[in-house]
């Protein structure tokens, strides 16, 4: 299959990092590249051109220039001397490339891989390493020398002896890279027969950026060039590991899973905790429970809204099960998050009416048969004093008062009543109640969903898993999707209304509505918006798009529908079958366009008649084909006209 090369090396490794260099600077941020099938044994006229022409062009850039003084280098000086590496005797590779090209004004040609790393470590003026992971028998571990690695001798260089404590790149007791990013050992060198490659580009929070665009660079070259899709990812001192290498089958739909859970989400727990959960519950042979609590207010369903049901109901069709938690408890607490003052708390009738309007919405997205549904009174409502005092133990008026809400609000010296501090608790406890294992919500819910994980560490369970969904702007591309600003697509629209309003959305938004309004996969995602990115129309995408979303709430038949209709009003200019009829009054002594204005307005198709006539206006009118800024001159016949106000409201008039 061209563009694809399947590894079948001997096991799945890990890039890892130690938490030690990990803190380095305000933490580390090294992007990874991995490719396979790569070959490095041929001339390439490319990697050549792109190599000479950047040197070329740095020659001149540093010309004259003390490289000390360049701050992309300072940040790794001052990284390698925290770790007690004298930068000036051992330089980061970058420096030592820099030094050289600013000496001799050339830089020599290895292979095409090496060439193609030395060229992107130049441009962005970064630490890249290329490791051969055929060579590699172990983990590839950034770490401090141990005992047993110094007593190799194949870890010395030019009598400089490794020493306990020296920061390495390291595979088992074999060092590939002596003193972190300073010179790579023969052990880690690539031939002209390695083809599988591991490409670290290391840096930190202060570079992320940079390293973001030495990492998409790299991977759009390797495509560009060995027509190779490369796996990428980042290690932070968040996330101290990368998976690559060859996986068994159960390996590879864990990390499918994985990859699903994760498309579109804005944070969530580390990959390392979440491939555990993932694996001990496969091995368990067990669903996970994925939690959501719903606040009670009701509201009507919009793809705002649908964002974290599409997501646990694609977990749901990886074999998980939902827990839907009604806050019936809470909900007569009120949650203040994001409010200067407390919520009205409900009812319990209150409650139970929105809640259930909420699920008869929520069983149109996700699945009824595979979903758990409490109210949390059922725990709640049962505590005792002395429970509530315990569970109030598990956190400090401290860490409460890190709530942003909380905070302001005591600081500004609103009102905060002591009863409000219980909600977080009380969700958190639901997390307890119920076992869950995973807990979604919005990036508002951060802190809430948090002490979910400490409480449950309190009580003795393993912590849950947290998601949180990004909120997602409406058809203007702007705000918060929300029906009071008029940008919102809702669920039980019409099919050809949903169509139309998602074609709508800035052509920026098309791969964020893939990935948190469509069930569609990571990598079929990621394959559109290459095409994207290699100059594909925006139009056709979003056509693909519009069809997705529109399947999801009304079916194939309606899509399809949905879809010719735009095709033909939008794009040939048709008049639509269902173009609504506008039967307007034939009266003496009024004119036939003021009529039709009327008429509009009491059919409830426009909310005035200043609105009606502005359009024509403005220029926005046609009538049967010609166009009308003058609504005095319309004359309506026997026959059948056809009004066009607007890009897309087409009616039929008559008398």
Same mark, same amino acid.
């Given at each position: 299959?061209?563009?694809?090369?399947?590894?079948?090396?001997?096991?799945?490794?890990?890039?890892?990092?130690?938490?030690?260099?990990?803190?380095?600077?305000?933490?580390?941020?090294?992007?990874?590249?991995?490719?396979?099938?790569?070959?490095?044994? @041929?001339?390439?006229?490319?990697?050549?051109?792109?190599?000479?022409?950047?040197?070329?062009?740095?020659?001149?850039?540093?010309?004259?220039?003390?490289?000390?003084?360049?701050?992309?280098?300072?940040?790794?000086?001052?990284?390698?001397?925290?770790? #007690?590496?004298?930068?000036?005797?051992?330089?980061?590779?970058?420096?030592?490339?820099?030094?050289?090209?600013?000496?001799?004004?050339?830089? +020599?040609?290895?292979?095409?891989?090496?060439?193609?790393?030395?060229?992107?470590?130049?441009?962005?003026?970064?630490?890249?390493?290329?490791?051969?992971?055929?060579?590699?028998?172990?983990?590839?571990?950034?770490?401090?020398?141990?005992?047993?690695?110094?007593?190799?001798?194949? $870890?010395?260089?030019?009598?400089?002896?490794?020493?306990?404590?020296?920061?390495?790149?390291?595979?088992?007791?074999?060092?590939?890279?002596?003193?972190?990013?300073?010179?790579?050992? +023969?052990? #880690?060198?690539?031939?002209?027969?390695?083809?599988?490659?591991? *490409?670290?580009?290391?840096?930190?929070?202060?570079?992320?950026?940079?390293?973001?665009?030495?990492?998409?660079?790299?991977?759009?070259?390797?495509?560009?060039?060995?027509?190779?899709?490369?796996?990428?990812?980042?290690?932070?001192?968040?996330?101290?590991?990368?998976?690559?290498?060859?996986?068994?089958?159960?390996?590879?739909?864990?990390?499918?899973?994985?990859?699903?859970?994760?498309?579109?989400?804005?944070?969530?727990?580390?990959?390392?905790?979440? =491939?555990?959960?993932?694996?001990?519950?496969?091995?368990?042979?067990?669903?996970?429970?994925?939690?959501?609590?719903?606040? +009670?207010?009701?509201?009507?369903?919009?793809?705002?809204?649908?964002?974290?049901?599409?997501?646990?109901?694609?977990?749901?069709?990886?074999?998980?099960?939902?827990?839907?938690?009604?806050?019936?408890?809470?909900?007569?607490?009120?949650?203040?998050?994001?409010?200067?003052?407390?919520?009205?708390?409900?009812?319990?009738?209150?409650?139970?009416?929105?809640?259930?309007?909420?699920?008869?919405?929520?069983?149109?997205?996700?699945?009824?048969?595979?979903?758990?549904?409490?109210?949390?009174?059922?725990?709640?409502?049962?505590?005792?004093?002395?429970?509530?005092?315990?569970?109030?133990?598990?956190?400090?008026?401290?860490?409460?008062?890190?709530?942003?809400?909380? $905070?302001?609000?005591?600081?500004?010296?609103?009102?905060?009543?002591?009863?409000?501090?219980?909600?977080?608790?009380?969700? %958190?406890?639901?997390?307890?109640?119920?076992?869950?294992?995973?807990?979604? #919500?919005?990036?508002?819910?951060?802190?809430?969903?948090?002490?979910?994980?400490?409480?449950?560490?309190?009580?003795?369970?393993?912590?849950?898993?947290?998601?949180?969904?990004?909120?997602?702007?409406?058809?203007?591309?702007?705000?918060?999707?929300?029906?009071?600003?008029?940008?919102?697509?809702?669920?039980?629209?019409?099919?050809?209304?949903?169509?139309?309003?998602?074609?709508?959305?800035?052509?920026?938004?098309?791969?964020?509505?893939?990935?948190?309004?469509?069930?569609?996969?990571?990598?079929?995602?990621?394959?559109?918006?290459?095409?994207?990115?290699? #100059?594909?129309?925006? =139009?056709?995408?979003?056509?693909?798009? %519009?069809?997705?979303?529109?399947?999801?709430?009304?079916?194939?038949?309606?899509?399809?529908?949905?879809?010719? =209709?735009?095709?033909?009003?939008?794009?040939?200019?048709?008049?639509?079958?269902?173009?609504?009829?506008?039967?307007?009054?034939?009266?003496?002594?009024?004119?036939?366009? @003021?009529?039709?204005?009327?008429?509009?307005?009491?059919?409830?198709?426009?909310?005035?008649?200043?609105?009606?006539?502005?359009?024509?206006?403005?220029?926005?009118?046609?009538?049967?084909?010609?166009?009308?800024?003058?609504?005095?001159?319309?004359?309506?016949?026997?026959?059948?006209?056809?009004?066009?106000?607007?890009?897309?409201?087409? *009616?039929?008039?008559?008398?």
């Amino acid at each position: 299959m061209d563009g694809f090369f399947f590894y079948e090396g001997r096991f799945a490794m890990f890039f890892r990092v130690d938490k030690k260099i990990a803190a380095v600077q305000d933490g580390i941020y090294t992007g990874v590249v991995v490719a396979y099938g790569l070959d490095n044994q @041929n001339s390439c006229a490319k990697t050549t051109t792109l190599l000479k022409s950047v040197v070329e062009e740095t020659a001149k850039k540093i010309e004259g220039q003390n490289l000390k003084t360049l701050d992309t280098l300072n940040i790794y000086r001052e990284a390698m001397k925290s770790l #007690g590496i004298h930068s000036s005797k051992f330089p980061c590779s970058i420096e030592a490339i820099l030094a050289r090209i600013s000496k001799k004004g050339e830089f +020599p040609l290895i292979s095409p891989v090496v060439d193609l790393g030395n060229y992107i470590s130049i441009k962005y003026n970064v630490p890249v390493g290329v490791h051969d992971i055929d060579s590699l028998d172990d983990d590839l571990f950034v770490r401090l020398a141990t005992v047993d690695d110094c007593k190799d001798e194949g $870890n010395q260089y030019d009598g400089d002896k490794l020493v306990e404590g020296e920061p390495v790149y390291a595979v088992g007791n074999s060092v590939r890279t002596r003193r972190w990013l300073w010179r790579q050992m +023969p052990a #880690g060198r690539v031939t002209e027969n390695s083809t599988n490659f591991i *490409f670290p580009i290391d840096g930190f929070v202060g570079n992320k950026e940079t390293i973001d665009a030495a990492c998409d660079e790299l991977i759009a070259r390797i495509r560009e060039i060995f027509h190779i899709e490369a796996e990428s990812g980042k290690i932070t001192s968040d996330e101290l590991e990368f998976r690559f290498g060859s996986m068994t089958d159960e390996e590879k739909a864990i990390e499918d899973q994985i990859a699903i859970m994760l498309k579109g989400v804005a944070q969530y727990t580390t990959v390392s905790q979440i =491939r555990k959960k993932v694996s001990d519950a496969v091995k368990g042979n067990r669903p996970l429970r994925i939690k959501l609590g719903l606040d +009670p207010s009701a509201p009507d369903i919009h793809l705002g809204h649908s964002v974290v049901l599409r997501k646990i109901r694609q977990m749901q069709d990886l074999g998980h099960v939902a827990v839907i938690i009604i806050g019936d408890f809470t909900g007569m607490i009120g949650d203040p998050t994001g409010k200067s003052a407390t919520r009205k708390q409900l009812t319990r009738v209150q409650v139970e009416e929105n809640a259930n309007t909420y699920m008869a919405q929520i069983f149109k997205i996700i699945d009824k048969d595979r979903t758990e549904v409490y109210y949390n009174s059922e725990w709640l409502g049962k505590m005792s004093f002395a429970d509530v005092i315990e569970l109030a133990s598990k956190c400090t008026v401290a860490r409460m008062l890190e709530r942003d809400d909380f $905070n302001n609000r005591y600081t500004n010296h609103q009102p905060l009543s002591v009863h409000e501090f219980f909600y977080p608790l009380m969700q %958190a406890y639901d997390s307890v109640a119920i076992r869950a294992d995973i807990e979604l #919500g919005g990036t508002d819910q951060t802190f809430n969903i948090l002490m979910g994980r400490n409480i449950q560490r309190d009580y003795g369970q393993e912590p849950q898993l947290t998601l949180f969904m990004p909120l997602l702007e409406g058809i203007d591309g702007k705000e918060k999707m929300s029906k009071s600003l008029g940008n919102y697509i809702g669920i039980s629209e019409a099919p050809a209304v949903i169509f139309e309003k998602v074609m709508k959305i800035p052509d920026a938004m098309i791969i964020k509505y893939f990935n948190l309004c469509t069930d569609l996969h990571p990598a079929k995602v990621a394959e559109l918006q290459r095409k994207l990115e290699a #100059g594909a129309n925006p =139009r056709d995408i979003k056509m693909i798009l %519009a069809r997705e979303i529109t399947t999801l709430y009304a079916g194939d038949e309606a899509a399809v529908e949905a879809e010719l =209709r735009f095709k033909s009003v939008f794009q040939q200019n048709q008049i639509p079958d269902d173009a609504p009829i506008v039967l307007v009054d034939s009266c003496d002594g009024v004119s036939d366009g @003021n009529q039709l204005v009327t008429a509009l307005v009491r059919e409830g198709y426009y909310g005035s008649k200043s609105q009606i006539r502005r359009i024509f206006q403005q220029g926005g009118a046609t009538w049967d084909n010609e166009r009308v800024t003058d609504i005095q001159t319309l004359q309506i016949t026997n026959e059948e006209h056809i009004l066009k106000l607007g890009k897309s409201n087409f *009616f039929r008039v008559r008398f």
